[in-house]
């Protein structure tokens, strides 16, 4: 069974930095895509950086973009979302999925999901 695990979440000022690191376990086939998600309370489900497995290529949503970096580690089966210069807007429970078929940042995409982790950012 797959098996996504998040960590490396917590609370920063404005301004500070945070990594947050999806271990993938179980998987028989490697996935095709895996991204970042995120959701703040009263809110929707925002795809924010998703990345191709196979090529490395990354794409990301405009309210990140120059200050997040997703990579992945195939040895350690490890997505990571580095978090540069951090805001009290980015405040929210973040998500890792994985896919099979298909990449993006919609959330239909993705069949496997983490239980997510809390960033905070306090001004």
């Known amino acids: 069974q797959v098996r996504l695990a998040e960590s490396g979440g917590g609370s920063v000022q404005t301004g500070g930095s945070l990594r947050l690191s999806c271990g993938l376990s179980?998987?028989?086939?490697?996935?095709?895509?895996m991204a970042w998600f995120r959701q703040a309370p009263g809110q929707g489900r925002e795809g924010i950086a998703n990345?191709?497995?196979?090529?490395?290529?990354?794409s990301y949503a405009d309210s990140v973009k120059g200050r997040f970096i997703v990579s992945h580690d195939n040895v350690k089966n490890t997505m990571y979302l580095q978090m540069n210069n951090l805001n009290t807007t980015d405040t929210a429970k973040y998500f890792c999925?994985?896919?099979?078929?298909?990449?993006?940042?919609?959330?239909?995409?993705?069949?496997?999901w983490g239980q997510g982790t809390q960033v905070t950012v306090s001004s």
């Open positions: 999925a994985a896919s099979n078929g298909a990449c993006g940042l919609g959330d239909h995409v993705y069949t496997y």
């Open positions: 179980g998987a028989s086939v490697y996935p095709y895509c």
């Open positions: 990345i191709y497995l196979t090529s490395g290529a990354t």
